[in-house]
């Protein structure tokens, strides 16, 4: 098992920047790609972005790209999300995901592809 434990949501106005961290803890860290996905209110939960177990690949959701940025350190068991340049339509529950695979720079894009969820932190972007 891993837990997932999701920090740093809040309230933010438009143009602001957040930084949200998850804390992994039960397994090797460094054995699992990490994803952020999100959901806002009436929608399906989407897919944000992702980073591999190296932490040398990543991918991001065109909605994303150029604002925000994913990174990870093995040593400390964490991944970040840094949000910048906050729209709106970024607000979101925002979920942290684990994801284990034997390839070092597979970047995981899917739900499916997910082992373990956080339970969610809430951003919230006011105009």
């Known amino acids: 098992q891993v837990q997932l434990v999701e920090s740093g949501g809040g309230l933010v106005q438009a143009g602001g920047s957040l930084r949200l961290s998850c804390a992994a803890s039960?397994?090797?860290?460094?054995?699992?790609?990490m994803g952020w996905f999100r959901q806002a209110p009436g929608k399906e939960r989407e897919f944000v972005t992702a980073?591999?177990?190296?932490?040398?690949?990543?991918y991001y959701a065109d909605s994303v790209k150029g604002r925000f940025t994913i990174s990870r350190d093995n040593a400390k068991n964490t991944v970040c999300l840094q949000m910048n340049s906050l729209k709106p339509e970024d607000t979101a529950v925002y979920y942290c995901?684990?994801?284990?695979?034997?390839?070092?720079?597979?970047?995981?894009?899917?739900?499916?592809?997910?082992?373990?969820w956080g339970q969610g932190t809430q951003v919230t972007v006011s105009s």
């Open positions: 980073i591999s177990r190296s932490g040398i690949s990543t």
């Open positions: 039960g397994r090797t860290f460094s054995n699992y790609a």
């Open positions: 995901a684990a994801g284990h695979f034997p390839l070092m720079n597979h970047v995981p894009r899917t739900e499916r592809e997910y082992n373990y």
